[in-house]
């Protein structure tokens, strides 16, 4: 992975937009997330969006190319919600090797097609590693505070699964992202050292915490210094935040552990806020300025966008990053994690 730590040094890097917007664009019907091969499921597959890399592939790599093509470095996997834990929603729990495998190989192939073409301007591929639906450090029983609705070693087997798939698949770099519960995230993290102890590899992780409200805390309760304390432990690529917020009032957060770690920075914030219905309109000309404020303050090594963005706001994005210098991370930090 040298070629991506040179490129760190030499300039920010543009992470892609969001998956599930583009996605709602097709209108897929329930006949088109269930494809001929589950034309006969048992369970509604409508939502599911991560199936649509065996039933919908095309429109998958379609999505990818238009990233790559607005400027974005970095693809993300379509496998946010790809482990058992998730997929029980689904009752498609046997599938989940299969979804990580191939999102991957989708991804890489997109990745690969565009570096032949701009060999100065390699590609790519972040597994993406969602939160799960469960929370291992609260109880969902107000009436049960001491209840848990998965454990950690629950979470550490599905995520090793996961993340096993993904790196089968060709993935360059695993993205744990929209971390709300940082014992989720840790079982994560722990999960990917056994893989690499394992294989005897390196492979680079990204970590993106998720600060759900005003409060300036995660959901599990912790401050933005306290996320990246507690998870400085583990030799990390970049660590950031993404969802739940706009850029702007994501800043304060990444001011918080930009002058804190020698790990290098991420975010990718939404599009502004939701409106009533649910959908966000922040433009990407709208987005771009409060992005400019990150860049002027040196606060970003990688950027990108979350929910309600698309290849438009990355390609603004992008343009304006390549005006600007990364924040300088500590050489002798990167060398280890690279």
């Known amino acids: 992975m040298s070629k991506l730590q040179e490129i760190l040094k030499e300039r920010?890097?543009?992470?892609?937009?969001?998956?599930?917007?583009?996605?709602?664009?097709?209108?897929?019907?329930?006949?088109?997330?269930?494809?001929?091969?589950?034309?006969?499921?048992?369970?509604?597959?409508?939502?599911?969006?991560?199936?649509?890399s065996l039933t919908q592939p095309q429109a998958i790599k379609d999505i990818h190319a238009k990233y790559f093509e607005a400027g974005a470095d970095i693809v993300e996997t379509n496998t946010?919600?790809?482990?058992?834990?998730?997929?029980?929603?689904?009752?498609?729990q046997d599938l989940v090797y299969e979804l990580n495998f191939e999102s991957a190989r989708l991804a890489k192939e997109v990745a690969d097609a565009f570096t032949?073409?701009?060999?100065?301007?390699?590609r790519f591929v972040a597994g993406a590693i969602g939160p799960t639906n469960r929370t291992a450090s609260m109880s969902p029983d107000v009436n049960d505070p001491g209840f848990r609705a998965v454990t950690f070693n629950d979470l550490?087997?599905?995520?090793?699964?996961?993340?096993?798939?993904?790196?089968?698949?060709?993935?360059?770099?695993?993205?744990?992202?929209?971390?709300?519960?940082?014992?989720?995230?840790k079982a994560a993290l722990f999960a990917v050292e056994e893989i690499k102890e394992e294989r005897q590899i390196d492979i680079p992780i990204m970590l993106s915490g998720t600060i759900t409200d005003a409060s300036g805390r995660t959901l599990s309760g912790q401050t933005a210094e306290?996320?990246?304390?507690?998870?400085?432990?583990?030799?990390?690529?970049?660590?950031?935040?993404?969802c739940a917020l706009g850029a702007n009032l994501l800043q304060p957060h990444l001011e918080a552990i930009a002058n804190k770690t020698d790990f290098a920075t991420s975010a990718h914030p939404n599009a502004g806020l939701p409106n009533a219905f649910g959908e966000y309109d922040e433009s990407p000309e709208e987005m771009?300025?409060?992005?400019?404020?990150?860049?002027?303050?040196?606060l970003i090594n990688i950027i990108g966008g979350c929910c309600g963005t698309s290849p438009e706001h990355i390609r603004v994005i992008a343009n304006l990053a390549a005006k600007y210098k990364p924040r300088s991370v500590a050489s002798s930090t990167a060398e280890g994690i690279l």
């Open 116 to 122: 032949a073409k701009e060999p100065n301007k390699p």
């Open 226 to 242: 306290a996320f990246l304390i507690s998870v400085s432990h583990i030799p990390l690529l970049s660590i950031g935040f993404n």
């Open 12 to 52: 920010i890097l543009i992470l892609d937009g969001a998956m599930g917007t583009m996605l709602q664009a097709y209108k897929f019907s329930e006949e088109d997330f269930r494809g001929e091969r589950f034309k006969d499921y048992p369970s509604p597959l409508q939502g599911n969006n991560d199936l649509l």
């Open 80 to 92: 946010f919600s790809s482990t058992t834990i998730a997929m029980a929603d689904y009752k498609m």
């Open 288 to 298: 771009g300025e409060q992005i400019e404020e990150y860049l002027k303050k040196n």
């Open 156 to 185: 550490r087997v599905a995520y090793k699964q996961q993340a096993e798939a993904l790196l089968d698949g060709g993935v360059d770099i695993l993205l744990i992202e929209t971390v709300f519960d940082t014992l989720n995230a």
